[in-house]
């Protein structure tokens, strides 16, 4: 009687064992490596479809293994799924974000209290796994892989639902054949370049192009086009141009009229870029840029493209630049301002000045002397209901008004002024992102009048 019973409900024994086998895959390889994600769905994150269908994939295939590879892949998964993710943000590539962590140690993380919560939430889900992933995982019933396969699959195209109105929004990479354009060409900045006065190049960190919101665009460039005496020294014109990718594909855009960025400028020089062709003409030429040089490597390609001089953040505040912090601490951008006046002021020759700015960059956090605890004053409606987007504008009015004060000094030398983003705010949060356009970046072009008197 006994055999009997045990020979009945051992069929049933086994099926439950399965299901506790299949649930403890299912909570590792759907639940857990994509909870954290599926949480931003309604603030905002770089589509992850791909992402979540590798992890459903790499479970079926492991759920067999000893623990200690299981745990492997999982993790090894995680950073993967991690590093795409912030490179969603950034624009950046997988090749080229893996290049820029050697950059890491030059960063201050632990100024950002976003940057603090993902590390934390990241070391929960990994110490969790540890625990889970020793359960017993390799279930076999065909049923259950094919239900294993509809969960993540079913996942990964609710991803791609929530995610459709922020297409574009990331991985901004150039496409084969894309038109070019840069602000440097569109604004008649480089036909210029006569040699009768100087030239200015003013890349802004994360400046973008406002969409579909009338105080940010009432706000952009306000203080040079509401000055008269802007308007009485300066021809004011300005627009869009596209941008691709981060920072430095920035800089390569508006210096060296391309798509790209600057693996290529390491170890050999390009004549064909801007700061080269001056130098051919006879300006001198410098690049100033608020942080520290060795940060994608850019005291090495700056002369790569003809820089003659450069002035990194150890060198502003030597000249009198305050420091400030942030996740990239460096020089104030509104102090380096008066430098590069000082600079232009003291120049023996037609000079090329380059100024990349640093304090705008994400995340701008409070305190730090980034002067942006109070940024109702430049806009209360942006301070109530776009915070983040105030606390940038605040940083960017600093620089405008130190920029007029400086441009419009009677002492000031004739100068050519364009001032460029790099590329739009990567902000994390969709309600802050969706404020600019994801395709264009804003510019602005001061030509000196001729035989205008100084104001």
């Known amino acids: 009687m006994t055999t009997a019973a045990a020979i009945e409900t051992k069929p ?39 992402d979540i269908v590798v992890a459903g994939f790499v479970g079926l295939i492991v ?17 993967w799924t991690v590093l795409k993710f912030v490179g969603g943000l950034f624009s950046l590539t997988m090749s080229s974000l893996l290049y820029s962590i050697q950059f890491f140690l030059e960063l201050k993380p632990e100024n950002s209290v976003e940057y603090i919560g993902v590390g934390v939430v990241i070391l929960l889900i990994l110490g969790l796994a540890f625990k889970v992933i020793r359960r017993d995982q390799n279930f076999a019933n065909p049923w259950m892989i094919l239900g294993g396969a509809a969960a993540f ?13 922020m297409r574009g929004h990331y991985f901004r990479s150039a496409p084969e054949g894309a038109v070019f354009g840069s602000a440097s060409s569109k604004s008649g900045f480089i036909a210029g370049t006569d040699g009768k006065r100087h030239l ?14 009338a105080e940010m665009n009432r706000l952009l460039f306000a203080h040079y086009k509401e000055s008269a005496a802007v308007g009485a020294r300066y021809d004011v014109s300005q627009g869009t141009t596209p941008f691709y990718n981060s920072t430095t594909a920035g800089e390569v855009r508006e210096l060296c009229g391309r798509w790209g960025d600057y693996y290529d400028l390491l170890d050999k020089k390009d004549a064909g870029c801007l700061p080269a062709q001056l130098a051919k003409k006879g300006y001198a030429t410098e690049a100033v840029h608020s942080f520290v040089g060795s940060f994608f490597k850019r005291e090495e390609w700056y002369p790569n493209i003809g820089f003659e001089k450069r002035s990194f953040a ?14 990239f601490p460096g020089a104030c951008d509104r102090d380096v301002v008066k430098i590069l006046g000082e600079k232009l002021r003291a120049a023996k020759q037609p000079t090329f000045l380059y100024w990349l700015t640093l304090n705008s960059h994400l995340p701008v956090p409070p305190g730090l002397n980034l002067n942006v605890d109070k940024c109702a004053r ?8 776009f915070p983040q987007i105030c606390r940038q504008f605040a940083i960017w009015n600093d620089i405008d008004v130190a920029m007029v ?18 590329h739009m705010p ?13 395709e264009t970046v804003p510019w602005l072009y001061l030509r000196r009048k001729d035989n205008s008197g100084a104001q």
């Open 405 to 422: 004060r400086e441009i419009t000094a009677k002492d000031f030398p004739d100068t050519d002024i364009l001032i460029v983003g790099d």
């Open 12 to 50: 049933a024994f086994a099926f439950d064992d399965e299901w506790r086998r299949f649930g403890n895959w299912l909570l590792t390889w759907v639940v857990m490596t994509n909870i954290g994600f599926v949480a931003l769905w309604f603030v905002g994150a770089p589509p992850r479809f791909f």
């Open 378 to 385: 430049v806009s209360p409606k942006l301070a109530e209901e």
């Open 63 to 79: 759920k067999r293994f000893p623990f200690w590879l299981r745990y492997i892949s999982f993790a090894g998964f995680m950073v």
């Open 200 to 213: 200015m190049l003013v890349i802004v960190e994360s400046l973008g192009v406002p969409k579909d919101n």
């Open 153 to 165: 699959l079913s996942l990964a195209a609710l991803d791609i639902q929530m995610g459709k109105d």
């Open 426 to 438: 990567p902000f994390f949060d969709k309600h802050q992102r969706t404020q600019f356009d994801p």
């Open 314 to 327: 150890s060198d502003l505040k030597g000249q009198g630049a305050r420091p400030c912090g942030g996740v």
